[in-house]
């Protein structure tokens, strides 16, 4: 089991920027692929972007493609979501998780049921 633990989240006006991160501990995080979702009020839960253990490959949903950027830094142990031009709708509980299955490459990134452990969540709000 992993515990991770984002912060960085907060209240911004459109087109200001925000960076996530998620600290991992208990696991062996250069071997997961790492996820961000988020949830905002009144809606399910959503795929935003992943990165694979290398960080060699990344996934995002096409509503941030463009505007945000996931990375890892395996020796710290750490995922980061860089978002810039955030937008009101951005507005939303964000999460991190970890896919541990030895078998990520063939399993879908956008898909919270290939990932086992998750954050508590960190609040993001953007003003228009």
């Known amino acids: 089991q992993v515990q991770l633990v984002e912060s960085g989240g907060g209240l911004v006006q459109a087109g200001e920027s925000l960076r996530l991160s998620c600290a991992a501990s208990g696991g062996t995080f250069s071997r997961y692929r790492m996820g961000w979702f988020r949830q905002a009020p009144g809606k399910e839960r959503e795929f935003v972007a992943a990165?694979?253990?290398?960080?060699?490959?990344?996934y995002y949903a096409n509503s941030v493609k463009g505007r945000f950027t996931i990375s890892r830094d395996n020796a710290k142990n750490t995922v980061a979501l860089q978002m810039n031009s955030l937008k009101p709708e951005d507005t939303a509980v964000y999460y991190c998780?970890?896919?541990?299955?030895?078998?990520?490459?063939?399993?879908?990134?956008?898909?919270?049921?290939?990932?086992?452990?998750w954050g508590q969540g960190t609040q993001v709000t953007v003003s228009s």
């Open positions: 990165i694979s253990w290398s960080g060699g490959s990344t």
């Open positions: 998780a970890a896919d541990r299955s030895p078998i990520q490459i063939t399993r879908q990134a956008s898909d919270e049921k290939n990932y086992e452990d």
